[in-house]
């Protein structure tokens, strides 16, 4: 879960315990992918499967990436835009039930 925050920044709603977080901690960057419906079955696999329990699941999406030369992340190449941000900032707080 995510939104924008100002102009050029967005804030990203991630659980702590999730590979995600760990590797934009140690890049100090990310890449945000905007599907389309070409790439949107593949895209919620991604988003939803966890590299914990299946290591192989960007091969099991079928979908392509390389280095991007702005930022120390991957590009998706399907999807037709990528946002590329640097890491700003890490807040962590307790998760709550309502």
Known sequence: MGGVVAQNMVALSLEIERKTLTNIKAQK???LAVPDTDTLKQSDYLGTA????TPDKFERSELHAHKSE???APIIEEPP????YKLVE???Q?????
């Open 29 to 31: 960057a990310f890449t």
């Open 50 to 53: 966890s590299s914990s329990n």
């Open 70 to 72: 702005r930022v120390d």
């Open 81 to 84: 835009i990528t946002l590329e």
């Open 90 to 92: 890490v807040q962590t």
């Open 94 to 98: 307790p998760y709550s039930t309502y």
